[in-house]
């Protein structure tokens, strides 16, 4: 398969980017999008054309959370419930034209080209994505009964992997429903209805103060995010927030 | 003095209790609307106009009103404004996710809808203060009384003017009419009922209404659920009960208002 490949470029933080074109051929169906962009900057390498293109990656399976691309104007490319190490190049037509930009928000800034600085995920955790108990050894599983659906509930909330796509998607680069799943996963069980209130306050204080956007219910980081959680997640932060206004830690 | 930090998700809040309590008023404004299809020389709908223009606790309420109408504007506006700012540099293609449309244009349609609004504020406040050109009409028992006093103004308002509700006021009034009779120590008030009869005869004010209302449906029809997200009470058990009354409520509130102005219209 053939592409033509737009990629932004930019030299550093501070550097003015822009989009730079690619002709790239021989590119297998099966190939995944990282893949080719692995061929693409050995050709770059080998041939001294320019430098590599520079991106985030780690686990190449879809569970890091590292890898995070805006490809055609969807954030982890044309495919629902995938991170872009997931993305093959079967998804594309031959001899498409490839938009492929880095996470836009303010919170994100670019490094190089298109690796954004996403520990603004990571101060927001640290504001209160907790709990400080000191727990001593670890309890047996089923010392505290938990109900099975509110287990699933806040499982599907914890297999958030924090890769931004929720951010990147949201035409106001809101952070809620990464925020949301933060809370939901400790709100939802016993250990962390204890400090719910001061977590949420907390948590969301300082995702404003990072400056992320508000939500405005268009749900785009509930269609792109590849852990596929949802608004309701987005709706218990909410609920969670007037419980905590009122200074009671909510049980959900 | 340090002022409180109001945080996006009770900015959000407030932007949709305000709202819930505007679209409430909507349906209740809908129903009062339907008065004008009755027959009646306007004597349901003008007896509402003028218990709503004349009792004190409605003036508190219409205070209330056109303030919760601003902070919603306002608070939306700022909430916009902010949420801009969090993406400074745009991406160069436009979005391709699924996302609920109504949520992209909501302060569009909501500065449509307050432009509006405006006008209809022009249209029922200027008329009620006479700067604007309406119909006007006077109780016709306060007529009666005046004839004792000052029979030339009784008998100017009986010329001038025509018996209509059961023969209840006396109406038909214009801005020149109003500032006579008030002179004489008459109340005069707008005539809505045939004000508002006379208006949805005319095509093109027909069609802006129904472009009006299309975009009011697209606000409320985002507007409703986002009420109940914002809250938090859109839950896995509740959120198809939430989008089917969505849709009934939006459906049956924008369908009241454009029954009347089509019904009139063809003469119902």
């Not at chain 1, 799943?181 to 969301?204: F, N, T, W, Y």
């Not at chain 2, 949520?103 to 249209?123: E, M, N, P, R, Y």
């Not at chain 2, 009419?177 to 109340?187: I, N, Q, R, V």
């Not at chain 2, 509740?238 to 208002?257: D, H, K, N, P």
Request: overall charge positive; aromatic content about 12%.
């Amino acid at each position: 398969m053939k592409f033509t490949l737009h990629i932004w470029r930019q030299e550093n933080a501070k550097a003015k980017g822009h989009f730079e074109t690619y002709e790239i051929d021989n590119i297998r169906p099966d190939c995944s999008f990282l893949e080719m962009l692995d061929i693409l900057n050995e050709r770059l390498i080998n041939d001294r054309i320019a430098h590599p293109v520079c991106f985030d990656n780690d686990c190449r399976e879809g569970i890091c959370g590292m890898c995070g691309l805006y490809i055609n104007g969807r954030p982890h490319g044309n495919d629902d419930g995938i991170t872009t190490c997931q993305l093959h190049m079967r998804k594309f037509k031959d001899g498409d034209d490839i938009w492929i930009e880095p996470w836009r928000a303010k919170p994100f800034p670019v490094i190089r080209d298109l690796v954004v600085d996403r520990s603004a995920f990571d101060k927001i955790i640290q504001a209160g994505g907790y709990i400080s108990t000191t727990t001593g050894g670890v309890p047996d599983a089923n010392t505290i009964p938990i109900p099975k659906h509110k287990a699933d509930m806040a499982m599907d909330a914890a297999s958030c992997i924090g890769c931004g796509a929720c951010v990147a998607a949201c035409k106001n680069a809101s952070a809620m429903l990464f925020v949301g799943a933060k809370v939901s996963h400790l709100a939802l069980l016993p250990q962390g209805q204890i400090e719910a209130a001061d977590r949420v306050k907390k948590m969301v204080a300082k995702m404003d103060e990072l400056g992320f956007g508000s939500c405005t219910n268009t749900y785009a980081c509930e269609a792109e995010c590849p852990k596929l959680i949802k608004r309701q997640n987005i709706s218990r932060l909410n609920r969670q927030w007037i419980g905590a206004l009122f200074g009671r830690d909510r049980k959900e | 003095m340090n002022i409180p930090k109001i945080h996006s998700i009770s900015k959000k809040i407030l932007v949709g209790a305000l709202g819930a309590f505007l679209s409430f008023f909507l349906l209740f404004h809908a129903s009062a609307n339907l008065l004008i299809l009755r027959h009646d020389d306007g004597e349901w709908y003008n007896a509402f106009c003028h218990f709503m223009g004349t009792y004190s606790i409605i003036k508190v309420f219409e205070i209330g009103l056109l303030a919760a109408l601003l902070l919603h504007a306002i608070l939306a506006i700022w909430l916009a404004v902010i949420n801009k700012m969090a993406r400074p540099v745009s991406y160069k293609k436009p979005t391709r996710s699924k996302t609920h449309t109504g949520s992209k244009l909501q302060v569009w349609t909501g500065i449509l809808i307050f432009a509006c609004l405006i006008l209809h504020f022009t249209d029922f406040y200027f008329v009620k203060s006479g700067w604007v050109k309406g119909k006007y009409m006077t109780k016709a028992e306060k007529v009666v009384a005046l004839n004792a006093t000052q029979p030339d103004a009784a008998n100017y308002a009986e010329q001038h003017g025509k018996y209509s509700a059961k023969g209840n006021w006396l109406t038909n009034f214009d801005k020149e009419d109003k500032a006579f009779l008030e002179a004489a120590g008459l109340e005069v008030e707008p005539d809505f009922y045939h004000q508002a009869r006379e208006k949805f005869k005319i095509l093109h004010i027909v069609i802006s209404y129904l472009v009006f209302f299309t975009v009011v449906w697209f606000h409320l029809r985002h507007g409703f659920a986002a009420v109940f997200q914002t809250f938090g009470l859109y839950n896995y058990k509740y959120s198809r009960a939430i989008e089917i009354l969505g849709q009934i409520y939006t459906w049956g509130v924008c369908l009241m208002f454009t029954i009347v102005v089509i019904g009139v219209y063809f003469g119902l």
